[in-house]
């Protein structure tokens, strides 16, 4: 029996309440996406998993490939960190879509168009979960780090202040229906504990 305010201890009923607001904020995310990129672009039925912050690396890259992250600090009434992570060969295809040329190496413009993408896409689905909680999110400028996923997860747990043993992960496939491409991205939300427990609350009465 895990502790009231622990993620794990969701049920079917909430955790389809949190499908359900991660699903209306990929929608967004795919029509910001493009708008962006003057293509259309679908998305799936996103996946949503409850997940130990050190299991999470192994779900997006091997341990040897790099990734990249967009990384930024919610505040308002809710606060916390979040990351959207993609792959690097996807990230590459990401700011190619951005830049509407071909990318074949990151440099400070391209990392610069993947921070845009990121600030965005999470953006969206941060005003899902403001909508759903009928809160004020802020969502920091973004940052952005490129490196080892098992690196990533390290430096983020240590940035973030009160640590965080489980996150909500939302694995989302976006659909380039010109290209017939499949992107995909992960968005992970990591509430600081004040925010866990009004998340908790709220999706225990939805």
Same mark, same amino acid.
């Given at each position: /029996?895990?502790?009231?305010?622990?993620?794990?201890? @969701?049920?079917?009923?909430?955790?389809?309440?949190?499908?359900?607001?991660?699903?209306?904020?990929?929608?967004?995310?795919?029509?910001?996406?493009?708008?962006?990129?003057?293509?259309?672009?679908?998305? #799936?039925?996103?996946?949503?998993?409850?997940?130990? @912050?050190?299991?999470?690396?192994?779900?997006?890259?091997?341990?040897?490939?790099?990734?990249?992250?967009?990384?930024?600090?919610?505040?308002?009434?809710?606060?916390?960190?979040? @990351?959207?992570?993609?792959?690097?060969?996807?990230?590459?295809?990401? +700011?190619?879509?951005?830049?509407?040329?071909?990318?074949?190496?990151?440099?400070?413009?391209?990392?610069?168009?993947?921070?845009?993408?990121?600030?965005? @896409?999470?953006?969206?689905?941060?005003?899902?979960?403001?909508? %759903? /909680?009928? /809160?004020?999110?802020?969502?920091?400028?973004?940052?952005?780090?490129?490196?080892? #996923?098992?690196?990533?997860?390290?430096?983020?747990?240590? +940035?973030? #202040?009160?640590?965080?043993?489980?996150?909500?992960?939302?694995?989302?496939?976006?659909?380039?229906?010109?290209?017939?491409?499949?992107?995909?991205? %992960?968005?992970?939300?990591?509430?600081?504990?004040?925010?866990?427990?009004?998340?908790?609350?709220?999706?225990?009465?939805?």
């Amino acid at each position: /029996m895990y502790p009231p305010d622990d993620l794990r201890s @969701l049920n079917a009923a909430q955790l389809d309440a949190l499908r359900e607001v991660a699903n209306i904020g990929a929608g967004h995310a795919a029509t910001a996406l493009s708008q962006m990129t003057e293509q259309q672009i679908m998305i #799936s039925v996103p996946e949503l998993t409850i997940a130990a @912050l050190d299991a999470v690396p192994n779900q997006i890259s091997a341990p040897e490939e790099p990734v990249a992250a967009v990384l930024m600090r919610m505040e308002g009434d809710l606060t916390g960190l979040t @990351l959207l992570v993609f792959p690097q060969p996807i990230a590459m295809r990401v +700011a190619s879509l951005m830049m509407r040329r071909p990318v074949t190496a990151m440099g400070a413009i391209e990392e610069s168009a993947i921070k845009e993408a990121g600030n965005i @896409l999470s953006a969206a689905y941060l005003n899902a979960l403001a909508d %759903f /909680m009928q /809160m004020t999110l802020l969502p920091s400028p973004p940052s952005l780090a490129i490196d080892m #996923s098992d690196a990533i997860f390290t430096s983020t747990y240590v +940035a973030s #202040s009160q640590g965080a043993a489980y996150v909500v992960c939302v694995e989302s496939e976006f659909h380039l229906q010109e290209a017939s491409e499949r992107l995909r991205g %992960f968005f992970l939300l990591l509430p600081d504990p004040p925010s866990l427990r009004a998340i908790l609350k709220a999706v225990n009465v939805a």
